[in-house]
């Protein structure tokens, strides 16, 4: 157990509709990270925040948004849902801001597994 | 930009054999390396991670990689295979200059017969 949790575990909603996940990251951990994990484009970085902030910017679409609430959880929004978006989504949450740096190992949660029908 | 080629989507051992996982990069600057494993219907888990200190890392479970420079290498080795180490494998790379973001390779998935 990585001590990050998701909610919810599977979705299943419908094309056009919007979606919201959520991340709890590790306890005392500031950063919070989401990816996107697909049969056709494999793991990819979405966005990072950092104690409340955006930090950095990967493969994120303009129809998805992110924010990370005072008490450090995270929700990732999507909107406009189409067939593609159907994706394994993980968070992950580090100590410090830099996302690749030694030291600074992210953990990662078990996922929300999105279904777009 | 950085980049990570995963050279075998698949990989197939018996158990109690060795286990070589392939991963080549590019970057143009200095990089961090890491492997990842994640098992079916779980989050991901660091396995190791490399350090300018020594080109050989070890890591959990008795897996162990070699920094290759001159080959732009990051090879994941295990001398013995065990059952429960079914599970895809993603190697990844971060650079400083590029904000520290994780770039995935496609991963390897492991495939333990007993």
């Known amino acids: 157990d990585s001590g990050v949790t998701q909610t919810p575990k599977h979705l299943i909603t419908a094309t056009g509709q919007r979606v919201t996940l959520r991340c709890s990251p590790r306890s005392g951990d500031l950063s919070v990270y989401w990816y996107q994990q697909s049969l056709d484009q494999g793991l990819q970085f979405l966005i990072q925040?950092?104690?409340?902030?955006?930090?950095a910017k990967g493969n994120i679409l303009e129809r998805f948004s992110a924010q990370q609430f005072p008490d450090l959880h995270s929700e990732l929004n999507l909107s406009s849902l189409e067939l593609g978006d159907s994706a394994l989504y993980f968070c992950?949450?580090?100590?410090?801001?830099?996302?690749?740096?030694?030291?600074?190992?992210?953990?990662f949660g078990p996922g929300t597994r999105l279904t777009v029908l | 930009a950085q980049s990570v080629t995963q050279l075998d989507s698949h990989v197939s051992v018996s158990e109690g054999t060795p286990v070589l996982l392939r991963c080549n990069y590019s970057s143009s600057y200095s990089p961090s390396l890491f492997w990842y494993v994640q098992h079916p219907n779980k989050g991901l888990q660091l396995l190791l991670k490399?350090?300018?200190?020594?080109?050989l890392v070890k890591g959990i479970n008795g897996f162990e990689a070699e920094f290759k420079k001159s080959e732009t290498s990051f090879h994941l080795t295990k001398p013995s295979a065990h059952m429960s180490d079914a599970a895809e494998y993603f190697c990844?790379?971060?650079?400083?200059?590029?904000?520290?973001?994780?770039?995935f390779g496609g991963g390897t998935r492991v495939l333990v017969k007993p």
């Open positions: 992950a949450s580090s100590v410090e801001g830099l996302a690749g740096a030694l030291g600074n190992e992210q953990f």
């Open positions: 490399y350090t300018s200190a020594a080109t």
């Open positions: 925040y950092y104690n409340g902030e955006e930090r």
């Open positions: 990844v790379v971060s650079v400083r200059a590029a904000g520290n973001k994780l770039t």
